[in-house]
């Protein structure tokens, strides 16, 4: 039950994990640990949430992760998504570059989705709600962190009295100053790559019509964003320029100078209008002990590619099995190091990925803006020079099979017939590990050890076929018999964070499963079960 709790008022001490901070990465972190049955206490500083726009873009993965919470990105008072495409144009107004953000991807959903974070968060906290094992307790500050080799503690605040709370292990999504990385001595590496930009969102008193929705204008007079905001919203990015006082910028008669080209205080409110530093900035250790740190905790990027959040999330689903895991007693807590691992990488990717859009944007000298122009145009003419629309990068080394084809990328989902009903994969099939077969059962390529780990595991095992075959789930678009062709495999075993841990023909996927086995750090147990 979410408890906003005073000094007066008291909660259990204990629990399985603390989190500190709670915005979406805590959130998320504790619904599906709470989802799970573990005990979790969310210590937030700030008595109420943030009401104002902030993040307003998510991608086609962050769509299936909402899902599996129950949230229906096709379907959520909180969540737009547009069939456009996304352009890029110089101050002249010539299109430099152009990405396809039509139709769905092969993870099943719209390219990109926009949405008003308070209102998604409002829905994380209704979704908290139904699990009595989760606590938030708000107003209180975490101002101290102890750990021995048995459990972390921290030491909060509400300003009037101090209370130790105690946890197996901990994970600090307390935002870019966060008190558990400067607390655990976490060195960041800052790329350097630092600009201040005004930040503008109205709520439109008419309806408003543009040429495209998504623009990024590459002007050197002043680079300037435009996109929707979710449902009823939309805003503006401006470049803070050199000699200009972000103070000043972020005065309302700036703003309203620099929308005067679009909207009037008579077409629009003026919600929010605030100057940002964007970064660009990692940890380079995640963990220490038992204490973890993910979200902007752990990373900062520039907002060009829409990521920021994003990552966040997937930390969040990726941390929550691995902890899951070790909490049951069924994997040692070294397994918890390659959460830091795969996901650093992956970041790592998204931030020089936003750094590099970012580098085309910021651009105020002519002579250089006229290059990037060249150079994009080209792109624009050859497709196979542009950046990816949706790009998917593997993740970093952990628990898949380096050696197996697709393993360490984002698995794809089709639509099928199950028991009766049509629809997603993710939707119809249970929410953990999934082992996929086509036209044959996978676990006969394997021996009956290996089934009595992938049973720990609670792996859900689904022969796919031909509509009208006997089988687990019907491929009633031949989906799933392309993808298993194009690999050339015959089983896929999918991990909760729907990544493809492993993917082999049948007479390779026993030494596959041997290979992930171990990378899982399974606690040993006798014939009996026993440890």
Not at 391 to 406: E, N
């Amino acid at each position: 039950m979410i408890r906003n709790l005073t000094a007066e008022k008291t909660a259990d001490e204990t629990s399985d994990v603390l989190i500190v901070g709670a915005g979406p990465t805590g959130k998320l972190l504790a619904l599906h640990l709470g989802r799970r049955g573990h005990r979790v206490t969310i210590v937030e500083r700030h008595p109420s949430a943030y009401a104002l726009p902030r993040a307003v873009a998510f991608d086609d993965e962050i769509a299936r992760v909402l899902a599996d919470i129950g949230i229906d990105p096709d379907d959520d008072r909180a969540i737009e998504y547009l069939d456009e495409w996304y352009y890029l144009i110089n101050g002249a107004g010539e299109r430099i570059a152009a990405l396809d953000w039509t139709g769905r991807t092969a993870a099943g959903w719209h390219c990109h989705y926009f949405f008003n974070q308070p209102d998604l968060e409002e829905r994380f906290t209704e979704l908290l709600d139904a699990f009595a094992s989760v606590t938030v307790l708000r107003g209180w500050e975490a101002v101290g962190l102890e750990q021995d080799t048995r459990q972390v503690r921290i030491t909060c605040t509400d300003g009037k009295v101090h209370r130790t709370l105690s946890a197996s292990y901990l994970v600090g999504a307390d935002g870019a100053n966060s008190f558990v990385r400067a607390a655990l001595e976490l060195p960041i590496t800052d790329l350097g790559f630092h600009y201040d930009w005004l930040i503008v969102d109205i709520r439109p008193r008419t309806p408003l019509k543009f040429e495209s929705s998504i623009l990024q204008i590459c002007d050197t007079a002043r680079p300037t964003t435009l996109m929707p905001a979710g449902p009823g919203r939309r805003r503006w990015e401006f470049m803070v320029l050199p000699g200009e006082d972000p103070g000043t910028m972020a005065t309302e008669a700036v703003a309203w100078k620099l929308l005067q080209p679009w909207v009037t205080p008579a077409t629009a409110l003026l919600e929010r209008h605030t100057v940002w530093r964007f970064q660009a900035k990692w940890a380079e250790s995640w963990r220490r002990g038992r204490a973890l740190i993910a979200g902007d905790a752990a990373h900062l990027m520039p907002p060009f590619a829409g990521q920021g959040m994003c990552a966040g999330l997937r930390d969040a689903v990726s941390l929550a099995w691995r902890l899951d895991l070790v909490l049951r007693g069924e994997s040692q807590p070294d397994l918890l190091d390659s959460f830091v691992e795969e996901r650093k990488t992956h970041v790592r990717y998204f931030v020089q990925f936003s750094i590099d859009i970012g580098k085309a944007v910021c651009v105020l000298d002519p002579a250089e803006a006229q290059s990037r122009d060249t150079a994009m145009k080209a792109a624009l003419e050859n497709p196979s020079l542009a950046p990816p629309a949706v790009p998917h990068p593997s993740l970093g080394p952990g628990v898949w099979v380096r050696s197996d084809i697709g393993a360490g990328q984002l698995s794809r989902q089709g639509m099928v017939r199950m028991s009766g009903k049509s629809g997603r994969l993710d939707a119809l099939a249970d929410r953990g590990w999934q082992l996929l077969g086509y036209g044959a059962d996978p676990l006969s390529y394997i021996t009956s050890a290996q089934r009595a780990h992938l049973a720990r595991l609670g792996v859900q095992t689904l022969v796919l076929g031909e509509p009208g075959s006997r089988c687990d789930a019907e491929d009633i678009e031949g989906f799933y018999e392309c993808w298993f062709k194009e690999w050339q495999v015959d089983a896929i075993l999918i991990r909760p964070d729907r990544y493809v841990a492993a993917a082999a023909p049948a007479d390779r996927f026993g030494a596959s499963l041997d290979a992930l086995l171990e990378s899982l750090r399974l606690v040993a147990r006798d014939a009996t079960g026993q440890v």
